[in-house]
């Protein structure tokens, strides 16, 4: 059962504790991964060797609109939350170069320049580490959830708000491929097309809206030949109800890790600067 805090504030279990503080000197391996989103920003401190979340997550609804200075208070809350000090990861949705957003198709455009880390380090007190949201998913995956031991091309791609993308080759990344822009023929991103924001958008059926995926699918293997496309984002948790309409040589299967996958990686990320 969902503990709901009365703003919205939310926690994935319902046994609410009093969080002693944890400081990350005396426990390395616990680190705190916050998955940014266009609607939510989920944290839980995770055990960067196994991958498992220590707890419980937390989320804060993403504000609106999404500027630096707002979202680094939501991001802020997170931390304080946990009454973490240490590093923390980041995945944030847009193009991250050392730190730096390079694009927002889905936030506020005053993101485009800003220094995340620095924001975000500046509002927590911590030394911060971000990278892109898809990324940070797919080395998740990669690492502890399905993608482990999958030597050839795989292309995860997360589904929400957006579509991100995470490639592998021989466990090797290509950060910030940015699959969910690829030009579509409604001459706009593929995302406006077929991410669980488009369905929403358009308020088509979960049905029509898998057909169109399919056909985003389809494209990306003509692109790239993949073995493997590994699904995540939220849409992924209803995998079985569209996995009959999609056909493409590769395999598709869904991301073990499911929603948790962002926080994981971004944990990971920060483990490994
Ligand atoms: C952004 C990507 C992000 C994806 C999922 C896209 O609109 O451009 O950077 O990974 O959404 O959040």
């Known amino acids: 059962m969902l503990y709901y805090h009365p703003d919205n504030r939310q926690l994935t279990t319902d046994n609410q504790q009093q969080n002693e503080p944890i400081n990350n000197q005396q426990h390395m391996n616990a680190i705190l991964g916050i998955d940014v989103g266009a609607s939510g920003i989920k944290g839980a401190v995770v055990d960067v060797q196994n991958g498992k979340l220590q707890g419980e997550r937390f989320r804060v609804p993403t504000p609106h609109p999404s500027t630096p200075e707002a979202m680094a208070g939501a991001f802020a809350e997170i931390a304080e939350f946990f009454n973490y000090k240490g590093p923390i990861g980041c995945g944030f ?13 889905n936030i ?7 220094n995340a880390e620095e924001v975000f380090g500046k509002h927590t007190g911590c030394p911060v ?51 969910g822009h690829v030009q579509w023929k409604n001459g706009k991103s593929a995302e406006s097309y077929a991410s669980s924001g488009a369905r929403e958008r358009l308020k088509i059926s979960r049905k029509e809206w898998a057909d169109r995926f399919n056909e985003y699918l389809i494209h990306l293997e003509r ?21 009959s309409q999609l056909h493409t040589n590769a395999r598709i ?17 920060a483990a490994e600067q």
């Open 108 to 114: 506020d455009p005053t993101w485009i320049g800003t």
């Open 129 to 179: 580490f971000v990278t892109n949201d898809a990324d940070a998913a797919g080395m998740a995956e990669m690492r502890y959830g399905v993608g482990k031991g999958e030597n050839g091309l795989v292309m995860m791609i997360t589904i929400g708000t957006g579509l991100g993308s995470a490639l592998f080759y021989k466990g090797m990344m290509i950060p910030n491929t940015e699959l």
């Open 253 to 269: 299967i869904p991301a073990k890790l499911l929603n948790n996958a962002g926080i994981i990686g971004a944990a990971v990320y």
């Open 223 to 243: 692109l790239f030949s993949p073995d493997l496309f590994i699904l995540g984002g939220g849409e992924s948790k209803f995998f079985e109800q569209y996995k």
């Open 93 to 105: 949705p847009a193009i991250v170069k050392n730190g730096v957003a390079m694009s927002a198709a």
